[in-house]
């Protein structure tokens, strides 16, 4: 497993040799660290969605995401993740199929999500919230076993800092001017 | 502490004024109703709603902070009630925070057919818009909009200024070009609040940059960014010090001249309010004493 990831993101991680990666949306659970891979909830339909790929392509074990726990309202993050693993992405990075506000994927490439879709299997349990029923469907994922999808595949580069050639008198961006006397006006202004 | 070069525009929403100069009009505060688990009965919402909608007018006129209420709609189910209440309980402009674009449809025809467009800021035209909504848009064109400069292909200032300007590389054109074309008067840009570590300082660098490229009232809804914080999750009194930053993190994008905010659950209003007259206090003051600016007459720096 690569030793860059996981991205930085509020989940848990357990035995990284555990096939099964499973999403909360907006309920908080605990699983068996020893049976889930990693855990956590998932807000958005786009970062969110992003940093859970990354982690996944990271771990090449992990071949099954459960989508469990009460949908993010507005945002659709949960649909939105079983809609990308169904459907993909549209050319300008919009996922198909998508109910959610603003579902684009920018940050990792369309390799990236290809590979994404094509190592993982989705269990639905959107709006399921019985613990019961969560650990049902992970100990089914257990039993499968489907091995190592191959190698870690990197998604993106995680030091992406731009380098700005900003000279020191900018003060707030390079489009803006501001003098001494605080007046803000474009920089071709004189 | 800032004066723009560039003519600023201000628009009248129904008695209510918002953008031009800093110090000249106070801070256009937005509280938000209905959020999810606001209320956990659903019988008591509209009750609760009436007093916290009273509760905010109040401290408006006693702070001299106006104020504007956003109804959160998620979904079409809500659409009929949610108007009704809007439109029995509150005078003039309302905010109406649709996430999603098949609900923000189903809004506009009903607001069509019972014709209160002029009374909504749609919130928000943004990069999600489908050619389907803008169809419907052009039939029943709200009074104004929330132009959302969110940017996930490039999240750092110019990505925010591209999506209102021309689109980007996501966008055949821009999300004001669409809403001039559609007719919405009232153009409020935002900024686009990111979390942590999505280059959310850059949701405040982006408010005198879009001010001076557009002219147009600027702001945004940075509460949203202290509730990625992570680390305040595990902070032994998060309850008090969260209210605390929720509000005082709106301070930041004010001092650089942001008209509005969105400032987050409309309980808040207690904190919110009395916060930005202070904050609205100090830059007419500033303005005042070193631009020579005109404070309006309803502003806390005259009236407090």
Known sequence: MSKLYPWPGNYKRGDPESPVAVITLSDKFDFDPEKVAIWGPMKTENLGIEKVAANVLSNPNIRFIVVCGKEIRGHRSGQTILALIENGLEENGRIKGSKGAVPYIENISHDAVERFRNQVDVIDLLDVTSKEKIDDAIERCLEKDLGSFGEPYMAVKIDKKEETAFEADFALHSSLKISPWGKISSMEEK | MFSYTQEQRIF????????????????????????????????????????????????????????????????????????????????????????????????????????????????????????????????????????????????????????????????????????????????????????????????????????????????????????SWKWLDEYEDRERVFKSLDVSIDNLPVLLGADFIYYGPIENADLALPNMAMVDKIIAEGAEDYFGTKVSDNHPHKSL
């Open chain 2, 12 to 227: 009248d929403l129904k008695g209510i004024k918002v953008g031009g100069q800093p110090g000249v009009h106070p801070t256009l505060m937005v509280g938000t109703i209905f959020y999810e688990d606001q209320f956990k009965d659903p019988k008591e919402e509209q009750k609760k709603a009436v007093e916290l909608i009273r509760e905010q007018n109040k401290l408006s006129q006693m702070t001299s902070i106006p104020t504007l209420v956003d109804i959160f709609i998620y979904e079409k189910e809500e659409i009929q009630w949610k108007v009704e209440f809007a439109l029995d309980h509150i005078d003039g402009i309302f905010s109406l925070d649709m996430p999603e674009s098949e609900v923000r449809m189903e809004v506009l025809k009903h607001l069509g057919e019972i014709g209160a467009l002029d009374r909504v800021i749609y919130n928000s035209l943004n990069l999600g818009v489908k050619e389907e909504e803008i169809e419907k848009l052009e039939k029943n064109t709200p009074k104004g909009a929330v132009l959302l400069g969110y940017n996930p292909q490039k999240n750092n200032t110019q990505g925010r200024v591209d999506i209102i300007k021309d689109g980007g590389v996501l966008m055949d054109e821009g999300l004001l070009t669409l809403a001039r074309e559609c007719g919405i008067d009232y153009t409020l840009l935002d900024t686009a609040a990111t979390p942590f570590g999505e280059k959310a300082g850059e949701t405040v660098r982006a408010v005198p940059v879009f001010k001076n490229e557009f002219g147009l009232p600027t702001g945004c809804s940075l509460h949203n960014t202290v509730e």
